[in-house]
C-alpha cells in the first residue's frame, strides 16, 4: 500500500490530507486536495506550510512501522499549486 500524507508544518497532528493507493508502476502521479482531509477542521487549504510523505507500507497499516519505505519532500507552500516529487529512499526501523 502507498501512503502520500500532507502533515501540517506549524500544527501537528493529524495529516491535512491523504490519499491511499496500491503500489505498482512508477512514478506515482497524485494530487491532494481538502477532500482527502481526515478532519473537517483541518483542510489542506489552510494549513499553510505543509510537508508530503510518500510510504509504503507492507501490511496495508496507517501507522508507520518498521520496514516501511519513506521519503518526504521539504516544506512547500500548497496554495503555490507547485509539482512535488518525492524521492521514497529510507528505510523505517
Do not use: C, H, N, Y
Request: aromatic share 6%.
Amino acid at each position: 500500500t502507498l501512503f502520500i500524507v500532507a502533515k501540517s508544518v506549524s500544527s501537528p497532528g493529524p495529516p491535512v490530507a491523504i490519499w491511499r493507493t496500491t503500489t505498482g508502476s512508477w512514478p506515482v502521479a497524485f494530487q491532494l486536495d481538502d477532500s482527502q482531509a481526515m478532519l473537517p477542521t483541518r483542510k489542506l487549504s489552510t494549513a499553510g506550510l505543509v510537508t508530503i510523505e510518500a510510504r509504503t507500507s507492507r501490511t496495508g497499516q496507517a501507522m508507520p512501522a518498521p520496514g516501511d519505505f519513506l521519503g518526504v519532500s521539504p516544506q512547500l507552500d500548497p496554495a503555490a499549486g507547485k509539482a512535488v516529487r518525492i524521492v521514497i529512499q529510507k528505510v523505517i526501523s
